[in-house]
């Protein structure tokens, strides 16, 4: 079945510690997001690419990295510069130029938590 | 003051109840109007979209966009504890373009 596939599930990090999180997609998408998602705030944009080897920060980029090797990966990278960093993460993609009917594919999410 | 604004709740009815969700927004050149269901620590889903003004009808669901208020609205007609979820409504300006999302209104169905 064709999806995104987000990991881990649930990680945790060290103060100062980098960590990545995983998405991966075998929808042939062209264009793949990272989300933050906080109470009450709904979903902000971290970074975005729309094709292989070229992205472009979002809303709130800052302590975050990211890579487009390939065009079915989207790796996240946070910083120990986020300063918090404790959240529900997302990643959608999008074939480009689908229309209306296209919208998002989100994965699960990942849930990060500081310790 | 953010380009789409809706009010995060709670909102709790009962079994078989319409529900009305809304959301304003600020950007005119919005043209994609989407609404999203979201369960408790799953990834949003999409419902419904629409593009420019006007409803669409899916089963239960309605959705209706009037351009000329900046007003997105959701109905859910006969509403069911499977109903109850996170409803986030996000707009663009194109198609395949970035959506900027609202804050998501949390809705409880009681049985």
């Known amino acids: 079945d064709g999806g995104i596939t987000q990991s881990p599930k649930y990680l945790f990090r060290k103060e100062g510690q980098n960590v990545t999180l995983s998405c991966e997609q075998n929808?042939?998408?062209?264009?793949m997001y990272w989300y933050r998602q906080d109470p009450g705030q709904g979903l902000r944009l971290i970074y975005y690419?729309?094709?292989?080897?070229d992205f472009q920060k979002g809303d709130i980029a800052e302590g975050y990295s990211v890579s487009r090797e390939k065009k079915e990966s989207f790796p996240l990278t946070v910083t120990s510069a986020q300063k918090n960093p404790t959240a529900f993460y997302l990643c959608a993609s999008t074939a480009w130029g689908t229309g209306p009917t296209g919208g998002y594919t989100f994965g699960s999410g990942t849930r990060l938590t500081v310790v | 003051q953010k380009e789409v604004e809706q009010d995060p709740g709670p909102l709790s009815v009962p079994e078989g109840a319409i529900v009305s969700l809304n959301c304003t927004y600020s950007?005119?050149?919005?043209?994609?109007f989407m609404w999203y269901r979201q369960y408790s620590r799953k990834g949003p889903e999409l419902l419904m979209y629409?593009?420019?003004?006007g409803n669409k009808e899916d089963g239960r669901f309605t959705a209706q966009v009037d351009k000329s208020s900046k007003y997105i609205s959701l109905f859910i007609r006969d509403s069911q504890p499977s109903d109850s979820a996170t409803y986030l409504c996000?707009?663009?300006?194109?198609?395949?373009?970035?959506?900027?999302f609202g804050e998501g209104t949390q809705l409880t169905v009681n049985p």
């Open positions: 996000a707009s663009s300006e194109t198609s395949g373009s970035r959506l900027t």
């Open positions: 950007n005119s050149a919005f043209q994609y």
């Open positions: 629409t593009y420019s003004s």
């Open positions: 929808l042939n998408h062209d264009a």
């Open positions: 690419s729309q094709i292989v080897n």
